[in-house]
């Protein structure tokens, strides 16, 4: 996004925050997803003057809460490509933004996280100095730690005339490949400083762009294609590979052109249409016990191996956009050939490798499998349809059954987010998705990351439904007065379905992994239980959404009808459901 400059621009000492302002629309920022504070009065101002003069702003969206403004960001990048700016409040917004850092780094999301320092002169030797109590006390001997682990980038502006050359660094590294938050921190009186026109330089943003993966040499794709076309059992294990709108029809291609199922396990994006053949489900334990010759592509985690026996005399491969795992301080899955680069690029020279080898033997075998493969997938649906069919008991409803009505009220192009936790596989069987990029899952382990995405979609494809599944564990960590307000206040409706146990299901299961016959069995006491009796369709209702309680299953048709109605209005909706309990 360009503009044209004022003829002073080039005479007028302008402040660090102009030049800030200035370099976030050269780089293509379209948003400031803002939580602001008293570190941000130089920036306020200077948008402030700028909308005086008419300029071009990125657009301001104010949230109550940092969590909504971050994963609001990541849920715009990741239905667009384009990361934006969140603007949060010294080491306060910093301590609250990390869980959704941690979110989006682990989804792999570009996203400029910048936060305000506290003044550090004291008596009033520069513009912007300590005026205030909380300056004394919002100063940490090191703000950048709290989101250190979570950040390809970190940095504090140094001098006012290095504004545009720091975005310019930034904007680059968080777009590049793998793409990633980044972190910049900005002094109050760094902001607040004029800028010599003297000191200042161009920094273009076609002079910095990021570096983006490639391909591979044909050795390695070679090798993987060889072992490929003699396999017998051929299993593709993946998890983001998605996250390129036009990679699932490509990862069918490949999979229809070997014979191979695939498996997704811990989804972040949709990888495979849920209607094609190959796609086996999301446990690929059983598959990795008997394959022969497996694909790890773009997946963090392919299986938990205290509980999968992977064939001992299969021969894995791995291609991945990060494929050493460089963040990861143990990543322990042996493979055989390893590639990192772009999985869509990367799969497209696998296709052409394998369809050189393809022989009439090797498309008879092939065949064979894929009629196999088409029982496998007729029988996992017909097990998916059955466990809809019962409905549940009063304040026990069956979550498959609710899933299932939700399903049908949805247009295909409509995104679904599942945060559903102890119902997630339950909520990718019943609510299954076909087109490329309307379907997210949790990829860090941080709560709460579904209610702001789901805003920051909605942002971006504003004509198509969003809905997103929680917990109630979930809905507490989601902020929901604050995504409630933005959604509100911006015009941006979504659908949220609470599948309420009454408590942390995930807690009480891991007890029971790891003390299956223990004084917590025994006693039935997992401290996993929540608070009884809470409205959350009364929380969606005080904010102007509408709410729904669902308690007989024999309102789900009902009930789910209004919610769409409300929302295609307009109005966000949030069906509040009584699952059987914890």
């Avoid at 489900?281 to 963090?300: C, I, N, R, W």
């Avoid at 020279?349 to 496998?376: G, H, S, W, Y």
């Avoid at 379907?439 to 979609?457: C, E, M, N, Q």
């Avoid at 709410?547 to 209005?569: F, K, S």
């Amino acid at each position: 996004m360009e503009f044209q400059r004022s003829p002073d621009d080039d005479t007028t000492p302008h402040t660090a925050s102009h030049h800030l302002l200035q370099a976030l629309l050269d780089h293509g920022v379209e948003y400031l997803f803002c939580n602001l504070g008293t570190d941000h009065a130089p920036l306020i101002e200077e948008m402030a003057r700028w909308r005086e003069q008419g300029r071009a702003l990125p657009q301001v969206v104010l949230c109550p809460h940092e969590n909504t403004a971050l994963h609001m960001a990541g849920g715009y990048a990741i239905a667009t490509g384009r990361g934006q700016a969140v603007l949060v409040h010294v080491d306060a917004g910093t301590a609250n933004s990390a869980m959704a850092m941690h979110n989006l780094f682990r989804a792999r999301v570009p996203v400029l996280l910048m936060a305000g320092r506290a003044p550090a002169t004291t008596f009033n030797q520069v513009e912007g100095g300590r005026d205030t109590y909380v300056h004394f006390v919002q100063e940490p001997f090191d703000q950048g730690s709290v989101v250190r682990p979570y950040v390809k980038w970190e940095y504090t502006l140094p001098w006012p005339s290095m504004a545009a050359e720091v975005i310019a660094r930034a904007h680059s590294v968080m777009q590049s490949d793998p793409p990633g938050p980044v972190y910049l921190m900005l002094p109050r009186e760094m902001l607040a400083a004029p800028c010599p026109p003297q000191e200042l330089h161009p920094f273009p943003a076609a002079s910095h762009r990021p570096v983006k993966a490639g391909g591979a040499h044909p050795a390695p794709i070679q090798q993987i294609a060889e072992k490929l076309v003699a396999s017998e059992d051929p299993l593709l294990v993946t998890a983001y590979a998605g996250r390129h709108p036009r990679t699932p029809s490509l990862v069918e291609a490949l999979a229809r052109l070997v014979g191979m199922r695939v498996c997704e396990f811990n989804s972040v994006h949709l990888n495979i249409r849920r209607d094609s053949p190959c796609f086996a489900g999301y446990l690929p334990g059983t598959f990795a016990e008997k394959a022969d010759v497996g694909l790890m592509l773009d997946v963090d985690v392919p299986w938990v191996p205290k509980t999968t026996r992977v064939n001992p005399n299969a021969w894995w491969a791995q291609m991945d956009l990060d494929a050493i795992k460089r963040d990861m301080p143990m990543w322990g899955f042996a493979t055989h050939a390893r590639i990192e680069g772009d999985s869509e690029l990367l799969l497209a020279q696998l296709i052409d490798a394998v369809k050189a080898l393809a022989t009439p033997a090797f498309e008879a075998r092939v065949a064979e499998r894929m009629r196999k493969l088409e029982r496998e997938h007729a029988e996992r649906q017909r097990r998916i349809d059955a466990a809809a069919q019962a409905p549940g008991e009063r304040g026990a409803i069956n979550p498959a059954h609710l899933c299932a009505a939700i399903h049908r009220a949805l247009d295909s192009r409509d995104t679904v987010l599942n945060e559903g936790i102890r119902n997630t596989l339950t909520v990718f069987d019943q609510v299954p998705r076909n087109e490329p990029g309307t379907l997210l899952g949790l990829p860090g382990g941080g709560l709460g990351f579904s209610a702001g995405t789901a805003l920051g979609v909605k942002l971006a494809r504003p004509d198509a439904r969003v809905v997103h599944f929680v917990g109630d564990g979930t809905f507490y960590f989601s902020n929901a007065t604050s995504t409630l307000a933005v959604a509100r206040e911006y015009g941006l409706p979504i659908f949220t379905v609470v599948l309420d146990n009454g408590g942390w299901s995930a807690v009480k299961e891991a007890t029971l992994r790891m003390y299956p016959k223990g004084r917590a069995f025994a006693t039935d006491e997992y401290a996993s239980v929540l608070p009884t009796g809470m409205d959350f369709a009364g929380v969606a209702e005080a904010a102007g959404a509408h709410g729904e309680r669902l308690v007989d299953p024999a309102d789900v048709e009902a009930a789910v009808a209004r919610c769409i109605r409300a929302l295609d209005e307009g109005r966000s909706a949030l069906l509040h459901a009584r699952i059987a309990p914890l």
